[in-house]
């Protein structure tokens, strides 16, 4: 591609058309929500294991666990999505053990509430009920984490509200969003997540990396990670490491955020 330019202005206008449709366009990150649980973290660990991102090492990813859910929390909950009956969610309480696997593993791991409480029920709303939950998470996890890593804050199914981003400013935590793989949707193949993948990174215009939304409780993402993410990089996308300071600017990847069920 030429351009004929008789400015700085217009050169930098083109530069930013290059920059948009080559390198920012293509990259993705990967982050995995509602563990841990034993055997499915595992699975996804072990997957990871062998993943390489585009520097040639083992990729970096991001976890966003859940603090206690579901035994103590299912007899408060008076709302339930009819998604969540489709099978377990993690526990930090439960199985602490796997924070630090998935630390050790070199991964981050993030906050996504303590009891993953339905969207409708109105706590999202409530900047005071979103507090209480990082803090109650918090209490939990505060022997596995480094207190000097970033803090990092997912809302249950990626509700992004005035009160989830107050709560999370004032408790010191970066939001991050992320956009569904698709993997939480019923009978998800690997081809059907690849495809959806596929035409999310081809459209993809944000100046940052897609952070892609995979849960380790989901039989795809359990057993195909691995398949998924080549046949993503046999296209031509670039895997990087997840790194929050990349995120920080919020961007217009918030415009693309889809709110399957089960994130
Ligand atoms: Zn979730």
Known sequence: MFFHCRNLLCAAFYMT???ASSSYASEFMLTFDDGPLPGATDKVLQALSGIRGDDGQPVRAGFFLLGDVPESALARRKYFSPYEMWGEKGSIAAHPELV???????????NHSTRHAWFRWPWLSDKEAVLEEIAAWEKLAANLLDPAVPRLFRPPYLVD???VRQAAAEAGYQVVMGVSSGDAAPLATPYAIVERVSGILNKWDSAVPCVLVFHDTRPATQQS??????ALQARGFRLVHFDPARLAVRSNGDAHLDRLPGS
Do not use: D, Q, S, Y
Request: proline share 4%; no cysteine; net charge neutral.
């Open 100 to 110: 630090n696997k998935i630390l050790t593993g070199g991964h981050l791991v993030g």
């Open 161 to 163: 509200t005035p009160a």
């Open 17 to 19: 058309l290059l920059l």
């Open 225 to 230: 990670l691995a398949e998924i993410v080549g």
